[in-house]
C-alpha cells in the first residue's frame, strides 16, 4: 500500500473529528499526521518531534505531545507501554482491524510487532457478555536474538 491510500482516510477522519468538535484543523496537526503516517514503526513523541525538526519543519514539543493525544482520541493512534520505557505509538489504520502481539526484549528494549494467524483467530472466537472486543495488545517479554548471542559471547568470552 502506498502513503496516500493510507494517508487520506486518515486525513478525513481527522477532519471529521475536528469539524464535530469544533476544533481548528492546523496545519500543524496535519503534518504530525502525514509524519505518522509515513512509517509503520512504533514511535516516541520525542524521536517524531525531533525527525520534524531535522526535515525543516519547526513546531514545539508540546504540540506534538498534545496533538498525539488528540489522535488516540480520534482513533487514530494506538499507545503502548512496555516495561518500563516511554510510551510508544503506532498508527491506526482506517477502516482496518489489526490485531498482532509485540515482542519486548527485556536487554535492550527493542519491540517487534508480529502477527500470528493462529493467535488472532484464537482470540477473535473468545466472546466476552457485554463486550464487544475491536482489538487487542499482547507483550511478550524475552531477550532477543541480538542480544542473546551477545550475552552468548559475553559467558564464553568470561570462561576462557
Not at 63 to 69: D, L, R
Not at 148 to 160: D, F
Amino acid at each position: 500500500m502506498n502513503d496516500d491510500k493510507l494517508l487520506n482516510p486518515a486525513r478525513v477522519a481527522l477532519t471529521s473529528f475536528l469539524k464535530e468538535r469544533k476544533m481548528r484543523r492546523t496545519p500543524e496537526r496535519y503534518a504530525i499526521l502525514e509524519k505518522v503516517f509515513s512509517t509503520d514503526a512504533h514511535f516516541y513523541v520525542d524521536a517524531l518531534h525531533e525527525a520534524m525538526e531535522i526535515e525543516g519543519y519547526h513546531v514545539s514539543l508540546s504540540t506534538v505531545y498534545s496533538t498525539i493525544q488528540l489522535f488516540m482520541e480520534a482513533g487514530l493512534v494506538r499507545r503502548h507501554q512496555f516495561g518500563n520505557q516511554p510510551a510508544q505509538y503506532e498508527r491506526v489504520l482506517q477502516g482496518v482491524t489489526e490485531s498482532h502481539h509485540h515482542l519486548v526484549c527485556n536487554v535492550c528494549g527493542r519491540v517487534r510487532a508480529v502477527k500470528d494467524t493462529e493467535l488472532l483467530e484464537r482470540i477473535s472466537t473468545l466472546k466476552y457478555p457485554t463486550f464487544k472486543t475491536e482489538f487487542f495488545a499482547l507483550y511478550v517479554y524475552g531477550t532477543c536474538s541480538r542480544c542473546q548471542k551477545r550475552l552468548r559471547k559475553k559467558n564464553s568470552a568470561t570462561k576462557s
